[in-house]
């Protein structure tokens, strides 16, 4: 074989070889390994078979273009942090972040250009493109400047199973009986076909001008002298990502020698899902709602307890500078790095996000912590949106501390968006953790030498007063199940709670199928059927193997469950729900988990569920003639003093002996138990038949204070001994003390570029001392002391007394079409963290 032109063919890849520290194993442009020793063999022991000498085999390449700026994506993944990377060393002239451009064989001669049909410039026609895709909202897609004032290069970002169109000048007119005209699209650092990470197509001519859905095509729009403009289709399960792209023509000459010209353009095109496109698996039905799952870059994300919901802002950001590009990397390392078709179905994307988001298993993006001291990162309550985090982790890639369910969340929506993924943030007030899959949460007590009902630390089931995820819209071919049924909103959350398959992730669970009580569709329907539907059992343990029922209740998991409503705007809700009605920008999804309360149909799904579950379990217990009935608290304030009563009744027809019994604890949000506020038993009286009585019990302030911790949550139980009956009545619930919200003074408009004052200022209700007090800031109204968002440090805060303090702002230019701008605002301390507040105003004309 001619070996100059086997040299010619793959120079390139021996130069990448010899260059590549990490001496990975080399590969040429279709992905087929190249021996290190037997190609240099004068014979074809160990070519490929494609590469075995045949006349018409042997071609001579071309390369030819512009210089590749930025690094590929490999490339960037492969550097352990930002600051190592060579762009950033400017003392040393070697690096730099411009990328050596392939070179196969030598540089086409100015004869060759004018004779074969070769690519003179391309244009991606970025503004057609991003707005016909539904991208325009993306910075990269924008003129913008780099922090160090150059000016960025703008970005193609398109989305699949659609059409976009490419204009190419030729340095001659195109001619399609004498032109070989291949386009090549590929991703990843070795692209195979099969893996669907390398397409190779030639144009489509004639009258059939339709496409495969899961094909690459192209067709000529337009031909006008040496320009042609054509469009290229995306298949609907391409691998999302960033694509290379060449223009490759092949010229023969008098004596039958085949040249490659291949055009290789410098950027790469950034492809994403598509939910407009009813060949995508995330389609979505209604497409105004896609303004608010895929588009809109701000929220809200609730949090408290059912009786008492709170709301805090959260920015989004998927679509700010830098947070596409970080999302693309993230999923790559759920991935492993590893680019094949599976990051092409949204059934494996999603998993693999909520895999990733925590840290537990890959170094993914969060740290989760429940307990202990913050000082050595971010309280989680302190974080008002997504952005801060993406890019401390990207600058440092070390998982950044630290986050709870909401910020997992938070995150979660941040980057399906940024995919092209219809995400929301859910949260599920009364929410159940079943460490062991029964579907029921089952709690043990026994009875202490003063004949007190003591819980035992035991079985791992707990009632959190909230936990937040993530549902995601997508078809569901993998199930085994000819019904669709089970397409639609699916569960997934990146909280590591339990593990599945060896790692901590869950879903996607069809919400379709947690509603049936069908634990065996999807992933991890179990834990999420019973986080919303399940039984909550208490047990007496009275001998060291007998267990009575003392109480079952059917109805106390799983309750308004919340998102917000999909109005494609910024949230224009209340930071708190305490008590009230007309709840604004809430949309109640407990319908979509569980049927009505009490129904058939809902019983019926409990059956199903405790039947898969085969840990099928029907505790019969008898009514008891008592009836307690725990007195909301709803409305009081952090410092102040107050009182929780609870109302005894006999329903039934004989007078009855009670002895009550009331406790307060304080408690985590996640149901674990912190400390005693206060116990105390009550003398036994008679009740009549018919009769009601309350019974309360007083807290002051100056008791649960050095108590309670973040969230200020508590649970009261209350127990009633029923002598005649020989049994226990027992019955708990949670709630937690108001704390102040942040009040923002400020405009409701204002000119793009203006400078405005906000006033930002709350109410200090203790009688204490407020340290270590910081505000964070982020959104798109800009900090003139902090641009790019951040901390503020102030002052330590009084006791009784008002903090407050003038903010400087101007809204962001980019986007411009946009007229919404948004600030977020979290007031964090010691003593009182978690006060929120937010503001958006309208740019005028």
């Given at each position: 074989?001619?070996?100059?032109?086997?040299?010619?063919?793959?120079?390139?890849?021996y130069?990448?070889?010899?260059?590549?520290?990490?001496?990975?194993?080399?590969?040429?442009?279709?992905?087929d390994?190249?021996?290190r020793?037997?190609?240099?063999?004068?014979?074809?022991?160990?070519?490929?078979?494609?590469?075995r000498?045949?006349?018409?085999?042997?071609?001579?390449?071309?390369?030819?273009?512009?210089q590749r700026?930025?690094?590929?994506?490999?490339e960037?993944?492969?550097r352990p942090?930002t600051a190592?990377?060579p762009?950033?060393?400017?003392?040393d002239?070697?690096n730099t972040?411009?990328?050596?451009?392939?070179?196969i064989?030598?540089e086409?001669?100015p004869e060759?250009?004018?004779?074969?049909?070769t690519?003179?410039?391309?244009?991606?026609?970025?503004?057609?493109?991003?707005?016909?895709h539904?991208?325009?909202?993306?910075?990269?897609?924008?003129?913008?400047?780099?922090?160090?004032?150059?000016?960025?290069?703008?970005?193609?970002?398109?989305?699949?199973?659609?059409e976009?169109?490419?204009?190419i000048?030729?340095y001659r007119?195109?001619?399609?009986?004498?032109?070989?005209?291949?386009?090549?699209?590929?991703?990843?650092?070795?692209?195979l076909p099969?893996?669907g990470?390398l397409?190779?197509?030639?144009l489509?001519?004639?009258?059939?001008r339709?496409?495969?859905p899961?094909?690459?095509?192209?067709r000529?729009?337009?031909?006008?002298?040496?320009?042609?403009?054509?469009?290229v289709?995306v298949?609907?399960?391409?691998?999302?990502?960033?694509?290379?792209f060449?223009?490759?023509?092949i010229?023969e000459?008098?004596?039958?020698?085949?040249?490659?010209?291949?055009?290789?353009y410098?950027?790469?095109?950034?492809?994403?899902?598509?939910?407009?496109?009813?060949?995508?698996?995330v389609c979505?039905p209604?497409e105004?709602?896609l303004?608010?799952?895929?588009?809109?870059?701000?929220?809200?994300?609730?949090?408290?307890n059912?009786?008492?919901?709170?709301?805090r802002?959260?920015?989004?950001?998927?679509?700010?500078?830098?947070?596409?590009?970080a999302?693309?990397?993230?999923?790559?390392?759920?991935?492993?790095?590893?680019i094949?078709?599976n990051?092409?179905?949204?059934?494996?994307?999603?998993?693999?996000?909520?895999r990733?988001v925590?840290?537990?298993?890959d170094?993914?993006?969060?740290?989760?912590?429940w307990?202990?001291?913050?000082?050595?990162?971010?309280?989680?309550t302190?974080?008002?949106?997504?952005?801060?985090?993406?890019?401390?982790?990207?600058?440092?890639?070390?998982?950044?501390?630290?986050g709870?369910?909401?910020?997992?969340?938070?995150?979660?929506?941040?980057?399906?968006?940024?995919?092209g993924?219809?995400?929301?943030?859910?949260?599920?007030?009364?929410?159940?953790?079943?460490?062991?899959?029964?579907?029921?949460?089952?709690?043990?007590?026994i009875?202490d030498?003063?004949?007190?009902?003591i819980?035992?630390d035991i079985?791992g089931?707990?009632?959190?007063?909230?936990?937040?995820w993530?549902?995601v819209y997508?078809?569901?071919p993998?199930l085994?199940?000819?019904?669709?049924d089970?397409?639609?909103?699916q569960?997934?959350d990146?909280?590591?709670?339990?593990?599945s398959?060896g790692?901590?992730?869950?879903?996607?669970?069809p919400?379709?199928?947690?509603?049936?009580?069908?634990?065996?569709?999807?992933?991890?329907?179990?834990?999420?059927?019973?986080?919303?539907?399940?039984?909550?059992?208490?047990?007496l343990l009275?001998?060291?193997?007998?267990?009575?029922?003392?109480?079952?209740?059917k109805d106390?998991?799983?309750?308004?469950?919340?998102?917000?409503?999909?109005?494609?705007?910024?949230?224009?809700?209340n930071?708190?729900?305490?008590?009230?009605?007309?709840?604004?920008?809430?949309e109640?999804?407990?319908?979509?988990y569980?049927?009505?309360?009490?129904?058939?149909?809902?019983?019926d799904?409990?059956?199903l569920?405790?039947?898969?579950?085969?840990?099928?379990?029907?505790?019969?217990i008898?009514?008891s003639?008592?009836?307690?009935k725990l007195?909301?608290?709803?409305?009081?304030?952090?410092?102040?003093d107050?009182?929780?009563?609870?109302m005894?009744?006999?329903v039934?027809d004989?007078?009855l002996?009670i002895?009550?019994?009331?406790?307060?604890?304080?408690?985590?949000?996640?149901?674990?138990a912190?400390d005693?506020?206060?116990?105390?038993k009550?003398?036994?009286?008679?009740?009549?038949?018919?009769?009601?009585?309350?019974?309360?019990?007083?807290?002051?302030a100056?008791?649960?204070?050095?108590?309670?911790?973040?969230?200020?949550?508590?649970?009261?139980t209350?127990?009633?001994?029923?002598?005649?009956?020989h049994?226990?009545?027992?019955?708990?619930?949670?709630?937690?003390?108001r704390?102040?919200?942040l009040?923002?003074?400020?405009p409701?408009?204002?000119?793009p570029?203006e400078t405005i004052k906000?006033?930002?200022?709350?109410?200090?209700?203790?009688n204490?001392?407020?340290?270590?007090c910081?505000?964070?800031?982020?959104g798109s109204?800009r900090?003139?002391?902090?641009?790019?968002?951040?901390t503020?440090?102030?002052?330590?805060?009084?006791?009784?007394?008002?903090w407050e303090?003038?903010?400087?702002?101007?809204?962001?230019?980019?986007?411009?079409?946009?007229?919404?701008?948004?600030?977020?605002?979290?007031?964090?301390?010691?003593?009182?963290?978690?006060?929120v507040?937010?503001?958006?105003l309208d740019?005028?004309d």
């Amino acid at each position: 074989m001619d070996l100059l032109s086997l040299f010619n063919r793959h120079f390139d890849m021996y130069s990448r070889y010899r260059n590549n520290s990490r001496r990975a194993i080399p590969t040429d442009r279709r992905g087929d390994y190249i021996p290190r020793y037997t190609n240099r063999r004068r014979n074809n022991n160990g070519l490929p078979s494609y590469m075995r000498h045949t006349e018409s085999s042997i071609r001579r390449t071309r390369s030819y273009g512009p210089q590749r700026l930025k690094p590929r994506p490999w490339e960037r993944d492969n550097r352990p942090s930002t600051a190592d990377h060579p762009a950033n060393d400017s003392t040393d002239t070697t690096n730099t972040n411009e990328v050596p451009k392939p070179t196969i064989g030598r540089e086409a001669t100015p004869e060759e250009l004018t004779t074969v049909l070769t690519v003179k410039n391309i244009n991606l026609n970025i503004d057609d493109n991003v707005k016909l895709h539904h991208t325009d909202k993306y910075e990269n897609t924008m003129e913008r400047e780099g922090e160090d004032g150059k000016t960025l290069d703008r970005e193609l970002v398109i989305r699949r199973a659609a059409e976009f169109q490419v204009t190419i000048e030729f340095y001659r007119p195109y001619n399609k009986k004498q032109d070989d005209l291949t386009f090549i699209f590929k991703t990843g650092e070795h692209p195979l076909p099969k893996a669907g990470t390398l397409a190779s197509f030639k144009l489509q001519e004639g009258a059939d001008r339709s496409y495969k859905p899961d094909s690459w095509g192209a067709r000529i729009v337009k031909l006008d002298g040496n320009f042609m403009t054509m469009a290229v289709y995306v298949p609907a399960k391409c691998v999302i990502g960033e694509w290379e792209f060449v223009v490759k023509t092949i010229f023969e000459d008098k004596d039958g020698k085949k040249t490659s010209f291949r055009y290789e353009y410098p950027e790469d095109i950034i492809i994403l899902l598509n939910p407009w496109s009813s060949d995508d698996a995330v389609c979505y039905p209604t497409e105004k709602l896609l303004d608010e799952y895929v588009l809109n870059d701000g929220g809200a994300l609730f949090y408290g307890n059912y009786r008492q919901i709170g709301s805090r802002g959260w920015n989004f950001g998927q679509f700010a500078d830098g947070i596409l590009d970080a999302s693309l990397h993230i999923l790559r390392k759920a991935f492993g790095f590893k680019i094949d078709g599976n990051m092409g179905d949204p059934v494996q994307i999603s998993r693999a996000l909520s895999r990733i988001v925590n840290n537990n298993d890959d170094n993914g993006v969060l740290v989760g912590k429940w307990s202990g001291g913050y000082d050595d990162g971010t309280r989680p309550t302190a974080w008002t949106g997504s952005i801060k985090i993406i890019q401390q982790y990207m600058e440092t890639k070390e998982p950044v501390q630290y986050g709870q369910c909401w910020v997992f969340s938070g995150v979660v929506t941040t980057i399906c968006r940024a995919l092209g993924l219809p995400c929301r943030s859910v949260t599920n007030f009364a929410s159940a953790h079943d460490s062991d899959l029964s579907c029921t949460i089952d709690k043990v007590y026994i009875l202490d030498d003063d004949d007190d009902l003591i819980k035992l630390d035991i079985g791992g089931d707990s009632v959190w007063n909230f936990h937040v995820w993530n549902e995601v819209y997508m078809q569901r071919p993998d199930l085994p199940t000819s019904s669709t049924d089970y397409n639609g909103w699916q569960v997934i959350d990146a909280t590591p709670q339990e593990r599945s398959d060896g790692f901590f992730c869950l879903g996607p669970a069809p919400v379709a199928a947690v509603k049936k009580g069908a634990i065996n569709i999807g992933k991890d329907t179990p834990f999420v059927f019973a986080e919303v539907n399940a039984d909550s059992i208490d047990w007496l343990l009275d001998d060291v193997d007998e267990y009575y029922v003392l109480n079952v209740v059917k109805d106390k998991i799983g309750k308004k469950i919340s998102t917000k409503e999909p109005t494609g705007k910024r949230f224009r809700g209340n930071l708190s729900y305490f008590g009230r009605r007309g709840d604004i920008d809430r949309e109640d999804l407990t319908l979509s988990y569980k049927y009505e309360e009490g129904t058939s149909e809902e019983r019926d799904a409990v059956a199903l569920a405790a039947k898969l579950s085969n840990t099928d379990k029907n505790p019969y217990i008898t009514d008891s003639m008592i009836e307690l009935k725990l007195e909301d608290q709803d409305e009081v304030i952090v410092g102040k003093d107050f009182s929780y009563s609870v109302m005894v009744k006999n329903v039934g027809d004989k007078s009855l002996t009670i002895k009550v019994g009331m406790k307060i604890e304080s408690m985590t949000y996640y149901g674990d138990a912190v400390d005693m506020i206060i116990h105390k038993k009550f003398d036994k009286m008679k009740i009549q038949a018919g009769q009601e009585t309350k019974i309360k019990l007083d807290v002051p302030a100056d008791l649960y204070l050095p108590k309670v911790v973040e969230h200020f949550a508590m649970k009261v139980t209350a127990t009633c001994l029923v002598t005649e009956e020989h049994r226990r009545v027992i019955l708990e619930d949670d709630f937690r003390l108001r704390r102040p919200d942040l009040t923002i003074e400020a405009p409701e408009t204002c000119k793009p570029g203006e400078t405005i004052k906000i006033k930002v200022y709350f109410d200090n209700p203790m009688n204490k001392t407020l340290t270590k007090c910081k505000l964070m800031i982020e959104g798109s109204l800009r900090s003139t002391e902090i641009p790019n968002g951040g901390t503020i440090d102030f002052p330590d805060v009084p006791g009784n007394s008002r903090w407050e303090t003038i903010l400087t702002v101007k809204p962001k230019i980019k986007p411009t079409k946009l007229k919404e701008r948004d600030l977020f605002l979290s007031f964090d301390c010691v003593e009182l963290p978690d006060i929120v507040g937010f503001h958006g105003l309208d740019l005028s004309d």
